[in-house]
């Protein structure tokens, strides 16, 4: 059974980090395209914040969280994380790790082939 399961978020203060990760299972992240974390906010539609491909040697951010999320991949612990540095209240919302097996972008809902259930993050 293909598994993305999320965890670390939370509530902060303005300014602070949180790091979020994403364990796979059934599934090897090294093994797929790329993988993405996605974020969605009451009454707003799920967006791209970061996505990882060529085993950690691409990297690409949305320009909103660029110089304060950094995303990398643990092979050895087949998890994918994000850390997440001077957090803004508009950063708050649901994050949703995100998975391609087949070629293609993550950084697209529509195009995601793997999701995970979603970490709730607050930032107050």
């Known amino acids: 059974h293909v598994q993305l399961v999320e965890s670390g978020g939370g509530s902060v203060q303005t300014g602070g980090s949180l790091r979020l990760s994403c364990e796979a299972s059934?599934?090897?992240?090294?093994?797929?395209?790329?993988a993405g974390w996605f974020r969605q906010a009451p009454g707003k539609g799920r967006e791209g914040v970061a996505s990882?491909?060529?085993?950690?040697?691409?990297?690409n951010y949305a320009s909103s969280v660029r110089g304060r999320f950094i995303i990398s991949q643990d092979n050895a612990k087949n998890t994918v994380y994000l850390q997440m540095n001077d957090l803004k209240p508009e950063d708050s919302g649901t994050y949703y790790c995100?998975?391609?097996?087949?070629?293609?972008?993550?950084?697209?809902?529509?195009?995601?082939?793997?999701w995970g259930r979603g970490t709730q993050v607050t930032v107050s």
């Open positions: 059934g599934y090897r992240h090294s093994s797929g395209v790329c």
């Open positions: 995100a998975a391609k097996v087949v070629e293609g972008s993550c950084s697209t809902v529509t195009a995601i082939d793997l």
């Open positions: 990882i491909r060529d085993g950690g040697a691409t990297t």
